[in-house]
């Protein structure tokens, strides 16, 4: 063991605090930057508040450096407010819902972590004040480790990891790293702590290897010719594209349906673009699959069939401009 040295421990203790302090703001600011959060696991941000609680009341039971007394604190706030994006973003609550949903788990959460003080404090003894504490400490563990498990989940379904930024896990990995290196110097080693700390590099590890994976897996197939798999974009695309329109046999896929060379038995109109033998349906017209398609032949007689009836209207009217009388043209 190191010699005990309370400048490096509260240094480090400090070091730790900053990273874990704004560990959660690159992932707050992406889920706001990307307005989702499909991917990332509500359940993670708030298992992780909820152990925040025990392991603030287990720092200040333990009189821990300061630094590792505040930590929790921010690092409890800081993952609900991400929660709250979960609630607003995926689970499509309302702003105002979201907003009184977060303040209200914060509040209940501070108050429990006060109450546990206050309430274990004065009955502590020499002979069980580490019995309350150890139960505190290894329940903040627990909750810790187990939060990721959904996050694991979540990386299951999709195949990749996506919706977590690793900017976080990397801030994370480096704080518990550093928090670690302040219990070394400390006076009295905390396993405890230092086992929860160490949990959450070992457990945050896993997603930044999967990433990796994966994207080794995406680069191997971008080498052999092939789309890659499960990126944000791919997901994106998949939901929330719509269906592409049926084409038409023997036309372009691109063709808009004002170009279909159909007549529609109870409404059609000849299209104001180009091409003589267009042909548009209009708002009235049957379901697409309802139409039939006539033969060339009788196409052909229909539409010179109408183009008659359009002379015959056009000579009609001039001949009424000269007062000439035109008989009117049969139908």
Known sequence: MPTPNSVAENVLGTMGTVCWSGQLLPQIWKSWREK???????????LWGFSSVFLGAYALLQELNIPLIVQPQLFGAL?????????????KRTRLVATLM???????????????????????????????TMFFGVLSAVLISTALF???????????????????????????????LSLVFSESFDPLAACSYTLVIVLDGVIVICAAVFKIRDWRRKRHGLPAMNTDQDL????????APMAVEGESSASPIQHLTILSRTASRLSETSGRYTWAITENTTPLQNVAVESKEEAYGKLDLEEG???????????????????????
Request: net charge negative; glycine share 10%.
């Open 102 to 132: 977060t303040l209200g788990v914060i509040v209940v959460c501070g108050a429990i972590e006060v109450l546990l003080v206050l309430t274990i404090r004065p009955i502590q003894n020499p002979h069980n004040k580490h019995v309350a």
């Open 79 to 91: 993952c609900l407010v991400s929660w709250g994006q979960c609630q607003y973003y995926e689970l």
């Open 36 to 46: 989702s959060t499909k991917g990332f696991s509500h359940w993670l941000m708030l």
């Open 150 to 180: 959904p996050q694991y989940y979540e990386i299951y379904k999709y195949k990749a990891v996506i919706g977590i930024s690793l900017v976080f896990m990397g801030i994370d990995m480096l704080g518990g790293l550093l928090n670690d």
């Open 236 to 243: 994106e695309g998949t939901i929330d594209q719509p269906p």
């Open 309 to 331: 009836r359009v002379d015959d209207e056009k000579e009609s009217y001039a001949g009424s401009e000269k007062g000439d009388s035109v008989p009117p043209v049969s139908r």
